[in-house]
């Protein structure tokens, strides 16, 4: 595939009238060509305005269809191949196992989600028939069902170039929901986003759907991203990315004539609590766990919003022996390139000033890697007594950086719970033994994350039905929703009431004859599609 280095607004390649931008290569800070031009505000607004031309059709289609999009573009992503991957790694420096897999991950979830479509339970269908004989008052017909919120407003990832990006979960859900999406590409990996941008496109007019339904925009993120939020048309926001970014665009969205809602996965340490059965054992079992957590730490740099940022391990001989194996397996890592020149920096600076911080000690390090973006992992250590009082031991250090905490009591353990910000995941490393002492911390941890794990680690996000990756604020911005998984599709939908309307002026998962054959709740009582017609009309 060629890539022209220009924005595609409704299908339609757009140069732009602002500056032009670069990818560059992480690992050589090699400029990548083509050039990319930026959008000006102005040239915005087609994009949008073709996103809002795009809802009328676009959130009636029938299930089928709709399903068959989103199939559509992840064939269209796998066709193009290695140009894909290689690419994606010229720009993140990510390797190309791990850039297959996150291809494997966007089509997979695009696929999850036409069953989804096909399926129609999203669509929320309840009818209360009427029930005129009723006394003292007749009952009138009522009908729900959830609808698109309208044009969604998407924001590329910088960890993730294609799972969390373009075509990546909060695209694939905003499209399964019925809401055309203007993407904002990252311009980290301009490359990788065009060449997923024009699989859309193409699966957009195969399909013979209305072209604003996909606009891809390069522009600069404060001006371009910004004027996004605010403009009227957008009625939703999916974003990923840092939490001082995140907040100013819930802050623009709050401030328009119409506020909409932002949902934004933002920072998070997702805290790890070893238990004193889970490290009783022998000293190879101690190493493992060791092993284990420093693996959580480094994996992709670090760079994964679920990487374990905080381990909360006992005092005494046994917690001593697995600091000592933390700091023996994390001296064995070398850096890995992190994703760009400014994401290094500012790792560097996090890790100066955790270290600079009172009573805090390096547990380990390990070495540099062989590029001047690739600093060596390091693991942190403190007592809980600092940790509590300490803001700077809270701060995230996106990257392969970690703080083991040493704790002597449960007393201890919920008091640092509650001292935490919201946060995506808490695990717990325990065995039968813990369970009377986790289960007095679970109903803290409920309060404070969306995902709790026994014996396992918070990296890999499974792309499922009961799948939260969500959490209190500051890990996203609505603790009620979640960003990966079915469930996602919710945020970009809203019950809409009809009463007493005719058979002709009903949508279709609303009328008596079913034709899209959704399960519905009737009267408050689940049926199958099969039975529907017959409950409704009995």
Known sequence: MTLTGHSLIAGQPVAGEGRTAFGFNPASNE????AYTLLTEEQLKAATAAAAGAYASFSTLDPETHASFLEAIADNIEAIGDELIIRAGQETGLPAARLQGECARTTGQLRLFATVVRQGDFRGARIDPALPERTPLPRADIRQRQIPLGPVAVFGASNFPLAFSTAGGDTASALAA???VVFKAHNAHPGTSELVGQAIAKAVKDLGLHPGVFSLIYGPGASIGQALVADPAIKAVGFTGSQSAGIALMRTAAAR???IPVYAEMSSLNPVFVFPG????????ISALARQYVTAVTDSSGQLCTSPGLLFAPAGE???????AVGRAVSACAGQTMLTEGIAGSWNA?????????????VGQGTAGPTENAPAPTIFGTGIADFVSNDVLHAEIFGAASLVIRYSSIDELLEATNRLEGQLTASLQLTEEDYPTAAQLLPALEQKVGRIIVNGWPTGVE???????????PATSDTKTTSVGTLAINRFLRPVAYQNLPQELLPAPLQDANPWHLNRRIDGTVEAATDAKDEVNA
Do not use: R
């Not at 400029?31 to 083509?34: E, I, M, T």
């Open 31 to 34: 400029q990548l060509q083509p």
């Open 178 to 180: 019925g809401c055309p």
């Open 257 to 259: 004539p119409e506020p």
């Open 278 to 285: 889970a490290i009783a054992g022998n000293a190879d079992e």
């Open 318 to 324: 046994a917690g001593d022996k697995l600091s000592a």
């Open 350 to 362: 996090g890790a100066t000033a955790l270290c600079a911080a009172g009573n805090v000690t390096v």
């Open 463 to 473: 792309v499922g039905y009961a799948m939260v990756h969500g959490g209190p604020f």
